[in-house]
């Protein structure tokens, strides 16, 4: 193990052990910027597009490593009361931002009008500052919703294990991440023959928006994800998927497909958005990241390993497109679910 790699487990451990002093040290040195806007990619509908985003007093630049990007990140100064227009396809609004410097705002197009279906691109600008961001316009003909994790379902981060979970969160970024090998081809496949709505629903901090931007580009993931991230704070470590979830079933009235892994709350929290929407929920895939020793926790649900047994389980369910699913998982009946790796029990 070099120097630099002794350092950095030397920064982890202290991150399990000691966090305050980790941001102390790590943010000293850290190069203060003009402030910056940070605006999530957002899925909406014809007749109404909510956007959300942060807005940074004092945001940090520069950093020759992912460490320090990532904690100066985390540790940029919110700016409360600042004053920001939000526009979106000859629509604006100005509103200020609150005591933990987010700001959202639900953009209506002119009377009589809707907003055409389709990408499309939004911008938030503060005192010369400005951000774009992608929205997807989902017409109300798309087929499903789906709403998927990240860390441990589509990112490999080790939730499980304290030391690679702080080791991923800070030592890697949006290049560096390591992709759960074939879950872009499974999304991909759910996207046709005809486009879903996709949403991203994620414990990851909003401060890591274009991390994971840049993550689902780099690997493929299908374009025109919606970005719901976590606040971080006291009130946050719990219950912060739910109502994100809930918001996202009533504003859009699709049948839903809910992605997640085992390694924390998924097939809990999606047990109970289930039981919350009765029969909206059209199907639910966990990955296998461990911690599946109790089988009730699955109940109706699809346990896979493997990428390739849940899209061939969405093909046979007529989620998915069976030829897009031959082509991109050869091994992998879609008319055929093997048993011995994708487990679904009954409700």
């Known amino acids: 193990m070099g120097s630099a790699q002794r350092c950095h487990r030397k920064i982890l451990l202290m991150a399990l052990n000691r966090p305050l002093a980790l941001l102390l040290l790590l943010t000293t040195s850290a190069a203060l910027a003009e402030p910056a806007v940070l605006l999530a990619p957002a899925l909406g509908r014809p007749d109404g597009v909510l956007l959300q985003g942060r807005v940074l007093k004092e945001a940090p630049s ?3 490593t992912a460490l320090t990007r990532n904690v100066r990140r985390l540790t940029a100064s919110n700016w409360e009361g600042a004053r920001v227009e939000v526009s979106f396809q000859g629509v604006s609004v100005s509103v200020k931002s609150g005591h933990d410097g987010n700001f959202e705002v639900n953009l209506r197009p002119p009377e ?16 010369g500052v400005r951000a774009r961001a992608p929205v997807e316009v989902i017409p109300d003909s798309a087929p499903l919703l789906v709403v998927s994790d990240f860390d441990d379902t ?58 994971i931007r840049t993550f689902l580009e780099r690997h493929g993931f299908p374009a025109g994800f919606g970005l719901y991230l976590r606040d971080i704070g006291p009130g946050t470590l719990a219950g912060y998927k739910q109502p994100a979830i809930r918001r996202l079933l009533q504003q859009f009235p699709q049948p839903v497909v809910l992605v997640g892994d ?39 649900m699809v346990l896979f390993k493997d990428p390739g047994d849940a899209a061939a389980h969405a093909a046979a369910e007529g989620l998915a497109d069976t030829a897009c699913v031959a082509a991109a998982f050869p091994k992998s009946a879609p008319a055929v679910v093997p048993a011995a790796t994708v487990k679904q029990t009954a409700p």
């Open 112 to 127: 009589g009008q809707r907003f055409p279906a389709g990408a499309s691109e939004a911008e938030a600008k503060v005192e």
């Open 154 to 211: 589509v990112a490999v981060t080790n939730v499980t294990s304290p030391v690679k979970l702080v080791e991923s969160a800070l030592l890697k970024d949006g290049d560096t991440q390591a992709v759960v090998p074939g879950m872009a081809a499974f999304y991909g496949c759910l996207r046709k023959p005809t486009s879903p709505a996709f949403a991203l629903v994620s414990g990851s901090p909003v401060q890591y928006l274009p991390r």
């Open 262 to 300: 085992s390694g924390e709350k998924d097939p809990e929290v999606y047990a109970q958005i289930r039981d919350e929407f009765p029969g909206r929920v059209k199907a639910i895939y966990i990955r296998d990241a461990g911690r599946t020793e109790d089988p009730a926790r699955f109940q109706g």
């Open 62 to 64: 520069g950093g020759s």
